[in-house]
């Protein structure tokens, strides 16, 4: 019975393994199986502990409304009150004989709206850089009071033709996103200088339905139909008020074999990585020392206290992304070890990232080009 069992658990499992299907752990040994090629390309699936009901399908989460805006400026949200007339009752009565039933013509209500508050943004850049600005659209919600209709009379010998007003309406208004790039600029006659950003003001105006009125009229023997007035109803103008981020700048200028890149609030220090290393290496030259100590004693006067020190490496884009990448980040962490134990600098302000070939500040097409992206940036807060 054993050796049955045995021989079926067998073919069992060459089945499966055949088919693609053999589950984690059987088999012999525990060799790991490489996914095929359509495995490899395919979406990752996140895990489940309970599968979705058929036909059920995910409702999408609104987004929560930003209380603060840590990289930028917040634009409140604006709140469009709501809009309430009263309905207006015409009792019935009796003319000439005959009645006249009453009426109700409906009243108005608009609920409110909301244009929920936005934050303007100013990306994180590198040192010697200016992030990407962006301000967010914004749409002002369209409106619309209904049309209104008194009903006309014709009873005891009084004709009163009904009195009506169309709907009024004021369409959504929209203001598109604007933005900026992100600007690395070391050249002198470029500015390196990012416009502002704008978005103006945006304003849905006032809707108004005038009022209605029916006029009152008699018959021959005196008796009266009397007027019937819907008041007047109004939706106030909304307005947004325009967004605007500053316009920023670098202002550049050479001490030492630096190039100095000076904004408001901010100053970077843009070395060539030739001065500082040798051909594909991480190893600080000795005879960076002097220039790292004079940008050192420069950070030591101009910064914040507590101001951070940020070291970003950075190369052309000659060889690999990946290998241009390590590359940069092991140049930066060499440089801020340089700081912290021959420059002076307190340690726990300093950080270091790489970035490769990412941030070209010159087209890596030209060896000069090339030269002036395979740099080190060091920077602070002034």
């Not at 959504?172 to 690395?184: I, L, N, Y």
């Not at 006032?206 to 008699?218: D, N, Q, T, Y």
């Amino acid at each position: 019975m054993r050796a049955a069992l045995a021989v079926i658990s067998t073919l069992l499992v060459a089945v499966l393994t055949a088919c693609g299907t053999l589950p984690d752990g059987a088999g012999s040994g525990s060799r790991e199986r490489r996914p095929s090629a359509a495995q490899r390309s395919a979406p990752p699936v996140a895990a489940s502990s309970q599968p979705p009901a058929e036909h059920e399908t995910a409702s999408p989460q609104p987004a929560a409304e930003p209380a603060g805006c840590p990289r930028g400026q917040l634009i409140p949200a604006l709140e469009i009150p709501a809009v309430h007339a009263e309905p207006v009752h015409v009792p019935e009565m009796t003319i000439g004989g005959e009645k006249v039933p009453a009426v109700t013509v409906p009243g108005v209500d608009i609920p409110a709206q909301r244009i929920p508050a936005q934050c303007t943004e100013i990306k994180p850049a590198p040192g010697g850089c200016l992030g990407a600005a962006s301000i967010p659209p914004v749409t002002i919600p369209a409106v619309e009071i209904p049309a209104v209709e008194i009903p006309g009379v014709n009873a005891g010998g009084v004709r009163i033709d009904p009195v009506r007003t169309e709907a009024v309406s004021a369409e959504a208004v929209h203001a598109e996103g604007v933005s900026t790039p992100e600007v690395c600029q070391t050249k002198p006659k470029d500015g390196g200088i990012v416009p502002f950003v704008i978005r103006p003001f945006v304003i849905r105006p006032f809707v108004i339905r005038p009022f209605v009125i029916r006029p009152s009229k008699c018959n021959d023997q005196g008796e009266c139909v009397p007027s019937v007035e819907v008041p007047a109803v109004e939706v106030k103008a909304v307005e947004v008020k325009a967004v605007e981020i500053p316009a920023a700048e670098l202002k550049m200028y050479e001490i030492g074999e630096s190039e100095v890149l000076e904004g408001e609030g901010a100053i970077a220090f843009s070395l060539n990585a030739d001065v500082l290393f040798d051909f594909d290496s991480a190893v600080v030259k000795p005879a960076a020392a002097a220039e790292l100590k004079r940008i050192a004693r420069q950070i030591t006067g101009k910064s914040a206290p507590d101001a951070a020190v940020r070291v970003d490496g950075h190369t052309d884009s000659r060889g690999e992304g990946a290998y241009n990448m390590t590359l940069s980040r092991k140049r930066a962490r060499a440089v801020l070890e340089w700081l912290a134990t021959e420059g002076g600098l307190d340690r726990s302000r300093l950080e270091a990232a790489g970035y490769g070939e990412s941030k070209p500040v010159q087209p890596n097409s030209t060896e000069e080009g090339q030269t002036k992206n395979r740099r080190v940036v060091i920077s602070t807060g002034t």
